[in-house]
């Protein structure tokens, strides 16, 4: 790491779905980060408007000085587990996401030990590779405000089917994510999915 700079940990997992209404959310659910437990919700509508739900100031400050969006809300972010998959809930958003089994993709990266999937050395090295099989995907890259990123997936498994609404509007059947969302330098992929990942930041101290 350069000198003044500081790295941070974000572990858990992310869900991105498309929708046949045009809006495409990305779920984070993070088991374990500087701040604890938490979630936020990043939602790109088919007008192309970018919109961040976080929890409180601080993961919205933090999430928006790293990623792009038109507008900030702050409001409750709860994510629990169903017997088929997740119920995200907040104030604007209702998502049933029902998750299936393992992807390809996920069979092979649980051949590479987390230990190594989840260093910034290997996700530099896996980045080529992500960019021609995953349209948008991107495993490393330079956020916000001077910041560097590098995502280090173990597993991917599929989502299967959605419900839901958005801001009273039926968000309609599962679709990809397509056109790929726009708010930092990598999209979720276009196939609807959950990865659990390892998400490291660096920033300046």
């Known amino acids: 790491m350069r000198p003044g700079r500081v790295a941070e940990r974000f572990t858990g997992r992310i869900a991105g779905v498309g929708s046949t209404s045009g809006v495409r959310v990305v779920v984070g659910r993070w088991d374990d980060s500087p701040w604890g437990t938490f979630a936020d919700v990043m939602l790109e509508d088919a007008s192309g408007h970018r919109v961040l739900l976080a929890p409180d100031e601080r993961v919205r400050e933090f999430v928006a000085s790293t990623y792009s969006f038109d507008e900030?809300?702050?409001?409750?972010?709860?994510?629990?587990?169903?017997?088929?998959?997740?119920?995200?809930?907040?104030?604007?958003?209702?998502?049933?996401?029902?998750?299936?089994?393992?992807?390809?993709?996920?069979?092979?990266?649980?051949?590479?030990?987390?230990?190594?999937?989840?260093?910034?050395?290997?996700?530099?090295?896996?980045?080529?590779?992500?960019?021609?099989?995953?349209?948008?995907?991107?495993?490393?890259?330079t956020a916000g405000n001077d910041r560097r990123e590098w995502y280090g997936a173990t597993s991917v498994v599929s989502v299967t089917a959605i419900s839901g609404e958005w801001r009273g509007t039926e968000l309609g059947a599962l679709a990809r994510v397509d056109p790929p969302c726009r708010f930092g330098f990598s999209s979720t992929p276009a196939r609807p999915s959950v990865t659990s990942v390892v998400t490291t930041i660096e920033r300046p101290s």
């Open 72 to 141: 900030h809300v702050i409001e409750r972010v709860a994510v629990d587990d169903t017997t088929d998959g997740w119920q995200v809930s907040t104030p604007s958003l209702s998502l049933r996401l029902v998750v299936g089994g393992r992807t390809p993709l996920g069979a092979a990266l649980g051949l590479v030990p987390a230990r190594i999937a989840t260093a910034p050395a290997w996700c530099a090295v896996a980045d080529p590779v992500a960019r021609v099989v995953l349209r948008g995907v991107r495993t490393r890259g």
